[in-house]
């Protein structure tokens, strides 16, 4: 009789193994779960331009040609005014406020307000680009320097032309040094994750060689 109880007793404490056994495995399973949806659906890996030869980047790492053409397209979209200066700036504040800082979005609503006091926006068109022969690929050392793996200072040597109608009426050749910071905040509006957070110190003006067709630096007193 003792030999059926001992049987029965053992099958009970095999069936309370399973048992604690399938818990278990539910539990893992919920935690795997988990992280399965909390995991992110999209992963910004930034590629070098240049592909002819392979890569090998750890994926949250920014090599420092996306920081140099991130602020530079940035910076260029923040400073073209198509038609009137008046109201196409404060419009690409408002447009690329997910690629500003706070901080720098208060800078250049100042800057705003300080140039259309000063009669620098009516009616003005106004474009920046690169000065031949200083963009990133002539001297890509000096162009970005790494603060930190979440900040950096971008150097763009740059042409700022503006008109009134059909009249030019300044050209300055300019040095802007830039910080940009990692603010991976918003992929929706912003999948580069990283913000432009303004001037690391005042802008210069530069001196060049003026290239075939173009006129030497020269402005009328106007901010860069």
């Avoid at 053992?10 to 539990?27: D, P």
């Avoid at 890996?45 to 053409?69: M, N, Q, T």
């Avoid at 300080?114 to 890509?140: A, C, H, W």
């Amino acid at each position: 009789m003792s030999r059926f109880r001992n049987e029965v007793a053992h099958l009970q404490a095999h069936v309370k193994t399973l048992r604690l056994g399938g818990v278990a495995l539910f539990v893992v399973a919920l935690l795997l779960g988990f992280g399965w949806w909390s995991a992110p659906r999209d992963l910004t890996i930034h590629v070098p331009p240049d592909l002819r030869s392979g890569s090998v980047r750890k994926w949250w790492d920014v090599p420092p040609e996306s920081v140099y053409a991130f602020s530079f397209y940035i910076w260029q979209q923040v400073q073209r005014w198509p038609t009137n200066g008046e109201i196409d700036y404060p419009r690409n504040l408002h447009a690329l406020s997910a690629y500003l800082t706070p901080s720098c979005r208060a800078f250049l609503a100042q800057d705003y307000e300080y140039r259309r006091s000063s009669g620098e926006l009516r009616q003005r068109v106004r474009g920046i680009y690169e000065i031949p022969g200083r963009g990133y690929g002539d001297s890509p050392s000096t162009r970005v320097k790494a603060v930190s793996d979440r900040d950096w200072i971008v150097t763009l040597d740059v042409s700022a032309d503006e008109y009134h109608g059909s009249e030019q009426v300044k050209r300055a050749l300019v040095r802007y040094a830039l910080k940009v910071v990692r603010m991976d905040v918003d992929p929706e509006r912003n999948p580069f994750g990283l913000a432009l957070d303004c001037h690391a110190r005042a802008p210069q003006r530069i001196e060049t060689s003026p290239t075939p067709g173009t006129a030497a630096g020269h402005s009328q007193g106007d901010s860069p």
